[in-house]
């Protein structure tokens, strides 16, 4: 019965302890406090091992990206070494000793140690001079290097040694392996001398992974600075293994894949040009978090496609994510309990005034009239504290909405400047490795303080000087720049002079100039730059681009001496053909008319034989006239053309040569002579010169051309406008005029247009006419359409009596 008793006052306890508010609210408190710890350790610690793991991935597709990048950088050194080597004098000339060879290559060989081997073969394959004196007499024609390398600089992939497995020293006891390096020998004439051929041997990518590895040990970048543990692999295109760690075995015994053949998901990526990582099974069974790359080349280098995967185990690579599930789970478990705690102790400061008010209000209505409210006296005193607290109450409800509307209003300010700032941080970082992976310099300075606030790494390559040189010296790039350019760069100063650019003509932000780099080449650089200003307009930086742009600039030279080359061929085809049409006209007319007189003369009459002898003069005429003008045309060229103005009548100049063309013409044609001069010394012009050989030449052929163009006759109407200054000579047809397509190229020696048909010309005359108008320092213009004719218009300048008889004697 006792312990009946015991435990229902026990039960009651229990029961009353759940009723009483200050348990209540204890554990309403440290039961949300402790759920909202839970649920956020979840979402927090998955969060972070999410990233965690993102960015272990991508720190092994890093690493491989960096191995391939190295692999590409060291074979393009060797690639470009083997070439400038190739362009020495001591190789190309074949009267070079061969121990004057021998002593270079083995120079070179002493500058970079993975050079297994270097030698020089003639035409045939012969070995004439090599590293060591290996192989030399030996013939290698059989080699792929030395049959692909005579061709082409040529890049063999890895393979194992052949006639050098014996010659060379092995400590390793592993057989040695080569990637071969030729490129074909041009003498001085520039005909085949031979091939330049290397061996790089394969234990330099070895000692690239080891370095790589090892910087990656000792560097405390990796996450919570623990040992990397990474494998590192080597493939072919193909999947075919080349270096990978000690004892390992590519395939399981069962597999029917060759040694050393690699077939993974990561490994085909890799193959499409994929950089990137992921978690895969491998050969062994065990799962790995997998970063891999492809070598794509550098620079001229082509690359020969090497894959390289870099692998690590999961429960390594992720070991760092649980660990840190771990530690958030435990700390908002404290936290959790600690809050629990709080509550309680917090709900006891909050119900006992309440439970002591409550309680003295409850003796109070249940009429115990010496009952008072705790710390008060009397019942005004009650009253005015319970209005007391309604105001109370009202006024913090209202601070506490006007300290909350404040929180959102910072909290919102908070969050949208920790954006702005995580925007800044992120532009800064692309901009960085945006101006850092460029081939151009770019570059950003003070100028005011005569200062360069940034230059991107690409200034080394280009000027092949440190970038510190410039930190230090803003000036000290212009040591490299062409001394015939130096002027023109100076003037830009790529913005690190004193003084704001607005002051400098802007065409000069925008420039071309010649650098002489470091190991004797010259190459081409486009720069650019520009102000930046500030809120008020002042410029306070300047900015500016540098790239190097020689490859183009050898390709538009090689253009234009191909389109030269082109002009020049079309020309000479138009010449021959032309000049043998031209020719063979006239030449079969005074055949012709020869054997008629030769056989015929007795019996024919004097009318005929004058008909006969009137036709060979023309022929020859023609002939004597295509021949003159070809002589003139050549002249012109050679730059012998000469220019004597003497003193001339221009006007009956002009009647007597339109008297021969129109005699010439005959009745079917009209030419029209109209002359227009102003002052009292015309039409004598005695006070006036011009060179009057050229001048027929440029009347001659304009005349000549209006009437050959008009195949249906017509008038031709030549106007002479003349003053003290000019003489202008204008000359219309009605003829078949001239199509637009045309025109550009109307003045070009053996070009005729287009719908001239079976009219007969050689192209020549109008090439004349320019040359002789420019001669005299004057102009030419052509208005036509076709079908409506044609006018020419050559304005010449008039030059007084004596300093014509003085540019005569010149």
């Known amino acids: 019965m006792r312990l009946i008793t015991r435990f229902s006052h026990h039960f009651r306890a229990k029961f009353s302890l759940l ?63 083997i070439q400038i080597i190739s362009t020495l004098n001591a190789i190309r000339d074949p009267k070079s000793s061969v121990s004057e060879q021998r002593s270079l290559l083995e120079k070179l060989q002493s500058t970079y140690t993975d050079y297994a081997w270097i030698g020089f073969t003639d035409n045939q394959g012969v070995v004439r001079a090599s590293t060591g004196t290996l192989l030399e007499g030996k013939s290698v024609s059989q080699r792929e290097w030395f049959i692909k390398g005579q061709k082409a600089p040529y890049v063999g992939d890895v393979h194992d040694a052949v006639k050098l497995a014996k010659l060379l020293p092995n400590t390793s006891g592993e057989p040695l392996r080569f990637v071969d390096v030729a490129v074909p020998v041009m003498d001085l004439e520039n005909k085949p001398q031979g091939v330049l051929g290397a061996h790089l041997s394969w234990k330099w990518s070895n000692e690239i992974k080891e370095s790589l590895l090892r910087q990656r040990t000792g560097s405390s970048k990796t996450a919570f600075n623990l040992i990397p543990n990474e494998e590192m692999f080597i493939l072919r295109e193909d999947g075919e293994q080349l270096l990978g760690p000690p004892g390992f075995n590519a395939q399981p015994q069962a597999s029917a894949l060759p040694a050393k053949s690699l077939s993974l998901a990561s490994v085909k990526a890799a193959q499409r040009g994929l950089n990137s990582y992921m978690i895969e099974t491998w050969p062994d069974g065990n799962t790995y978090l997998t970063g891999f790359a492809r070598s794509a080349g550098y620079r001229n280098y082509p690359g020969l496609g090497w894959l390289v995967l870099v692998r690590q185990k999961i429960d390594v690579a992720f070991a760092p994510a649980q660990q840190i599930q771990q530690q958030i789970l435990a700390v908002n478990l404290t936290l959790g309990a600690l809050f629990a705690v709080l509550g309680w102790v917090v709900a006891a400061e909050i119900t006992n005034p309440m439970l002591a008010i409550a309680a003295a209000a409850e003796k109070i209505r249940l009429g115990n009239t010496g009952v008072k409210i705790p710390v008060l006296q009397g019942k005004d005193e009650i009253a005015n504290l319970s209005k007391s607290l309604n105001r109370l109450v009202h006024t913090l409800i209202g601070q506490e909405q006007e300290l909350k509307a404040s929180n959102e209003q910072l909290q919102l300010e908070l969050v949208e400047r920790q954006r702005a ?298 106007d002479l406008i003349c003053d003290y200054k000019s003489a202008t000579f204008r000359i219309q047809d009605r003829g078949i005029g001239i199509p637009a397509a045309d025109k550009a190229k109307l003045f070009t020696s053996f070009y005729r247009c287009s719908n001239t048909g079976k009219i007969s010309g050689t192209g020549l005359g109008l090439n004349i006419v320019k040359e002789a108008v420019e001669l005299h320092g004057g102009q030419i213009t052509v208005e036509s359409e076709v079908g409506f004719g044609t006018t020419f218009i050559v304005t010449l300048p008039l030059q007084s009596y004596t300093k014509g008889l003085s540019e005569g004697r010149n």
């Open 19 to 81: 009723r009483s508010l200050r348990t209540r609210l204890g554990l309403a408190i440290g039961g949300i406090a402790l759920v909202l710890s839970l649920f956020a350790s979840l979402i927090v610690g998955h969060t972070v091992s999410d990233q965690l793991k993102v960015n272990v991935g991508d720190d092994l597709a890093d690493v491989a990206y960096q191995m391939t990048d190295k692999l590409d950088r060291g074979m393009f050194e060797r690639y470009r070494d």
């Open 421 to 718: 700032e995580e925007s800044l941080r992120q532009s800064e970082e692309k901009f960085r490795q945006l101006a850092e992976h460029i081939q151009e310099v770019f570059w950003i300075s003070d100028p005011q303080a005569n200062e360069i606030l940034y230059i991107s790494p690409a200034y080394e390559q280009i000027w092949g000087s440190p970038c510190e040189s410039v930190y230090a010296n803003p000036e000290s790039w212009l040591d490299a720049v062409h001394p015939e350019d130096r002027e023109c760069a100076n003037a830009i100063q790529l913005g690190f002079s004193k003084g704001s650019l607005e002051k400098i003509n802007p065409q000069i932000y925008n420039i071309e100039y010649r650098i002489i780099h470091p190991d004797g080449s010259v190459r081409w650089i486009w720069s650019r730059a520009f102000p930046v200003k500030n809120a008020m307009g002042e410029v306070y930086r300047q900015v500016g681009v540098a790239q190097d742009i020689t490859e183009r600039k050898v390709a538009e030279e090689t253009r234009k001496a191909l389109e030269q080359e082109k002009q020049l061929s079309e020309l000479k085809s138009r010449f021959i053909a032309i000049a043998s049409h031209e020719f063979r006209t006239p030449l079969t007319a005074i055949l012709m008319v020869t054997g008629m007189l030769e056989k015929y003369s007795e019996k024919l009459s004097e009318d005929k034989k004058h008909q006969y002898f009137s036709q060979l003069r023309s022929a020859i005429k023609r002939i004597t006239h295509l021949l003159d003008d070809i002589l003139i045309l050549g002249r012109a060229e050679a730059g012998k053309l000469e220019f004597n103005p003497a003193p001339m009548d221009v006007v009956n100049f002009c009647k007597e040569i339109v008297e021969d063309l129109q005699f010439a013409a005959g009745e079917k044609y009209q030419l029209n002579f109209v002359a227009q001069c102003v002052g009292a010394e015309y039409p004598s012009a005695t006070h006036t010169c011009l060179d009057e050989n050229l001048l027929r030449h440029i009347l001659t052929n304009l005349l000549s051309n209006a009437i050959k163009y008009s195949p249906e006759g017509g008038n031709v109407q030549f």
